[in-house]
């Protein structure tokens, strides 16, 4: 089985956009550090302007990090692993098939339930449901691969 790799984001970014993350990010830690450094006498006299810099400088970290596609959400599924970035702070996780005992499917979400009795949990949401089925048919093609017990279960409100 070749890897499979899905994203769990709305859209691909254009060039264009990225650029934009990248310049608009340096700009605001250029800014941030800016007021940090020159207007010291300022900073001393009000200490919540030390909040508007920390803003400034993670939030354009952040932009950075978007513009360089380091905060992408996903699914890959591999031969015997899979690896799951759900949040863009978070770091990635990785499933081996010999950790997973079981995996639920609901009709919105993925339950993957461990040897060690944790579970797992991959929402996939209403926003983007184009996604859910191919992802759906590479976990069972995956669990049939490593004989892992699948199950589609309904969800009863």
Sequence with gaps: MEQQHFKLEAKED???TRIFQVIF????IA???YWAIFHI????DDPTLWITIVFLIGFGTYQIAAGLGKIKKFIAIDADLITLKQSS???KSELKSQDIEKID???????FLLKNKKKKILRFGLRYTE???????ALVQFADLNNIAIEEKKEEI
């Design 14 to 16: 254009s060039k264009f």
């Design 25 to 28: 990010g340096i700009l605001c």
């Design 31 to 33: 800014i941030g550090l």
């Design 41 to 44: 006498s300022s900073l001393n």
């Design 89 to 91: 702070f978070l770091p």
């Design 105 to 111: 499917i609901f009709p919105l979400s993925i339950c």
């Design 131 to 137: 996604i859910i089925i191919p992802v759906k048919d």
